[in-house]
């Protein structure tokens, strides 16, 4: 039974990929473009898990009725600094804005996560703390030129080589901070793999 289920992630991030790939259950990828905007009406935990969802379920739908046992996983990853997330920034100007607020301080990295199979949906989020140590104008523009962030919440991607300098402390998970918090969807996928999952 557990040899037809085939779970799908429903990104095409290379970094998600990577951080899945570590769990070491075989996986493929698709995505669909969705409305990622936030609902004001919701806490950010909230809206990490239902855009999370919400990327699972536009996948989940795209899968011909053959699919077999489809298990479905959607992310989403945001930034949150004095309670207000910061999504990806529109250009440099606005990367720049982004990374001069987070630096010299701490700030939170939240990442929802939903697993869809058998019309049941398993939602859940982590939360890590981070530490940005004091960057100057230059260091900022350098990095945007170099690292191009614009496709990362909170204008940064903690595993860039640029941002190793200025990295002062982390608490909670770090692979949360790149974009999926493994041990976490690990321990949710493990029941549904369970062959897989004790190789």
Same mark, same amino acid.
């Given at each position: 039974?557990t040899?037809?289920?085939?779970?799908?992630?429903?990104?095409?991030?290379?970094?998600?990929?990577?951080?899945?790939?570590?769990?070491?259950?075989?996986?493929?990828?698709?995505?669909v *473009? =969705?409305?990622?905007?936030?609902d004001?009406?919701? #806490?950010?935990?909230?809206? &990490? /898990?239902?855009?999370?969802?919400?990327?699972?379920?536009?996948?989940?739908?795209?899968?011909?009725?053959?699919?077999?046992?489809?298990?479905?996983?959607?992310?989403?990853?945001?930034?949150?600094?004095?309670?207000?997330?910061?999504g990806?920034?529109?250009?440099?100007?606005?990367?720049?804005?982004?990374?001069?607020?987070?630096?010299?301080?701490?700030?939170?990295?939240l990442?929802?996560?939903?697993?869809?199979?058998?019309?049941?949906?398993?939602?859940?989020?982590?939360?890590?703390?981070? *530490? =940005?140590?004091?960057?100057?104008?230059?260091?900022? #523009?350098?990095?945007?030129? &170099? /690292?191009?962030p614009?496709?990362?919440?909170?204008?940064?991607?903690?595993?860039?080589?640029l941002?190793a300098?200025?990295?002062?402390?982390i608490?909670?998970?770090?692979?949360?901070?790149?974009?999926?918090?493994?041990?976490?969807?690990?321990?949710?996928?493990?029941?549904?793999?369970?062959?897989?999952?004790?190789?």
């Amino acid at each position: 039974m557990t040899s037809r289920r085939k779970l799908i992630l429903a990104s095409q991030s290379p970094r998600r990929r990577e951080l899945l790939a570590m769990t070491g259950i075989p996986f493929e990828t698709a995505s669909v *473009e =969705i409305d990622e905007t936030f609902d004001p009406a919701l #806490t950010v935990e909230k809206n &990490v /898990m239902a855009i999370s969802k919400q990327k699972a379920e536009a996948v989940m739908w795209t899968l011909p009725q053959d699919a077999g046992e489809a298990i479905v996983l959607g992310s989403d990853t945001t930034v949150v600094l004095d309670g207000a997330a910061l999504g990806k920034p529109g250009d440099a100007d606005h990367a720049f804005e982004m990374l001069s607020a987070l630096q010299g301080r701490s700030h939170e990295v939240l990442t929802g996560f939903c697993i869809l199979h058998d019309g049941k949906a398993i939602t859940d989020y982590a939360r890590t703390i981070v *530490e =940005i140590g004091a960057m100057t104008p230059g260091e900022i #523009t350098r990095y945007i030129e &170099v /690292m191009k962030p614009f496709d990362k919440a909170g204008s940064y991607g903690i595993q860039d080589p640029l941002l190793a300098c200025f990295v002062t402390g982390i608490d909670g998970c770090y692979y949360n901070v790149v974009g999926l918090p493994v041990s976490k969807v690990y321990a949710a996928l493990k029941p549904l793999f369970p062959l897989d999952a004790n190789r």
